[in-house]
């Protein structure tokens, strides 16, 4: 493309696309390989963010692509509500065997990661018969009305969008960096997790309660990880009050933290579980996996869509369970995760500005702070340091609830040398922002 089509195209985005739909980047891709993307204008990038938690098994990974033309000459789409196809019935086999839980399970496919938790809570109170829905301070569960409501962060997922959906009622999560209640683990006997039952004193009762939704690590929220203790005493309280408890494993799945399914870490099985993001490998599926008698309470017809599991979805996606097997993906990432983690916290040892270097896996975060004492979040600097990575080749997210934390979702393919490449592009910004 020549210099001015290029400039015109930015042009063209703005006249054309909504302002709504932001961009992190001013450029537009060309092409994409594993751990890298090119702009149109030819310039490398190494890929930190894997267009959000999606391209676990690396972009174009030629398994993927060869499943996903093989089934596009066969047929792209009937309805598999319509005309059934194998490639759903084998997806869902293959989820019921790979999320946690020794028990027999089933499972819907639907479009988007939004759509999985919808569907988690139509089921949850189908099957229990209440309406309340608990979710958690710092979560994030997309973008449609009811799971913007269930979405914590106002500006800018919610403002200005109400009316929300009812029955969405909030509790303080695991965030032990800036604990709710002002203690520290372990002594403070995981106050947040038993806070649960003060709620149904307080708030709704439990016999009104449908689900507890929660991220095993929380996203979008900033990478936190609760003590590993910290679910079973949410699936203690879940299982004394018949209520259904529903891990949101939209960004956590598919070996980003080591394991397929982050609970695993947890030793917990929830009742129900979302996949979307990584397991379509670029393409748009969503998963709602969970416990056969209650995924099976809703009514003939009463869950799905036209596009829910599309075949070529569904191609793809057992492709990258395949080639998760195959390479021993979370093994990888277990790796990925251990090199970063080192070389963070050696730059936590140099640069104050790093408040905390937290994750699990290669889902890894580094907390900015612009004084360690007060937890003060760097903000700012978090902003400047995604632009000192933008302008030195790095793809690089911040997230969290003062947007002060920078965050890895490189895919899991990334070679060691990518790794320290991207890594060493930080710790330079990191240098730079903190002798500013
Ligand atoms: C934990 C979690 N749940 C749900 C969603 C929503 O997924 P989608 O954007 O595919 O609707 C996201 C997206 O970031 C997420 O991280």
């Given at each position: 493309m020549k210099q001015q089509d290029m400039q015109n195209l930015a042009e063209r985005r703005a006249q054309a696309v909504a302002l709504g739909a932001s961009n992190a980047n001013p450029y537009f891709a060309q092409k994409a390989q594993g751990a890298e993307v090119w702009s149109l204008e030819g310039k490398r990038y190494l890929d930190f963010a894997g267009g959000i938690g999606v391209m676990n098994v690396g972009h174009a990974n030629p398994k993927?692509?060869?499943?996903?033309?093989?089934?596009?000459?066969?047929?792209?789409?009937?309805?598999?509500?319509?005309?059934?196809?194998?490639?759903?019935?084998?997806l869902a086999e293959r989820l019921n065997q790979l999320t946690p839980g020794d028990f027999p399970k089933k499972t819907i496919l639907v479009n988007t990661g939004a759509e999985t938790v919808e569907n988690a809570v139509k089921v949850a109170r189908y099957y229990t018969k209440r309406p309340a829905v608990i979710v958690f301070d710092d979560g994030f569960h997309g973008r449609t009305l009811l799971t913007m409501t269930m979405t914590s962060k106002v500006k800018p997922y919610k403002f200005g969008f109400g009316p929300y959906a009812p029955e969405i009622y909030r509790i303080p999560y695991a965030y032990c960096y800036r604990c709710a209640y002002g203690l520290s683990y372990p002594?403070?006997?995981?106050?947040?997790?038993?806070?649960?039952?003060?709620?149904?004193?307080?708030q709704v009762a439990a016999e009104n309660t449908a689900c507890v939704v929660a991220e095993p690590v929380q996203g979008e929220g900033g990478f936190i990880v609760p003590p590993l203790d910290y679910f079973k005493v949410i699936r203690q309280i879940c299982d004394k009050h018949g209520i259904v408890m529903v891990a949101d494993e939209v960004q956590t799945g598919i070996c980003r933290t080591g394991k397929m399914f982050a609970?695993?870490?947890?030793g917990v099985a929830a009742d129900l579980t979302t996949v979307a993001k990584s397991l379509g490998g670029g393409m748009p599926l969503?998963?709602?996996?969970?416990?056969?008698?209650?995924?099976?309470?809703?009514?003939?017809?009463?869950l799905g869509g036209t596009y829910g599991g599309n075949p070529v979805s569904c191609a793809a996606a057992l492709a990258v369970l395949d080639f998760?097997?195959?390479?021993n993906l979370c093994e990888r990432a277990a790796r990925v995760g251990q090199m970063a983690r080192e070389r963070f916290e050696q730059m936590a040892g140099k640069y104050p500005l790093i408040g905390e270097v937290r994750g699990l896996g290669a889902m890894l975060a580094l907390e900015l702070v612009s004084d360690a004492?007060?937890?003060?979040?760097?903000?700012?600097?978090?902003?400047?340091?995604?632009?000192?990575?933008?302008?030195?080749?790095?793809?690089?997210?911040?997230?969290?609830?003062?947007?002060?934390?920078?965050?890895?979702?490189?895919?899991?393919?990334?070679?060691?040398?990518?790794?320290?490449?991207?890594?060493?592009?930080?710790?330079?910004?990191?240098?730079?922002i903190s002798r500013a």
């Open positions: 993927v692509v060869a499943a996903i033309q093989e089934q596009a000459a066969r047929f792209t789409h009937t309805c598999f509500h319509i005309v059934m196809y194998e490639g759903y019935v084998r002594s403070c006997g995981l106050a947040c997790a038993h806070a649960l039952e003060d709620f149904f004193i307080k609970m695993e870490h947890f969503g998963a709602l996996v969970g416990k056969a008698e209650i995924m099976d309470a809703p009514h003939v017809g009463g998760v097997e195959e390479s004492k007060t937890k003060e979040p760097a903000g700012e600097e978090a902003k400047k340091l995604v632009a000192y990575c933008q302008d030195n080749g790095l793809i690089a997210l911040s997230c969290g609830r003062y947007g002060n934390i920078i965050r890895t979702l490189m895919p899991l393919v990334i070679t060691d040398d990518q790794l320290d490449e991207g890594l060493a592009i930080i710790e330079k910004g990191l240098a730079q």
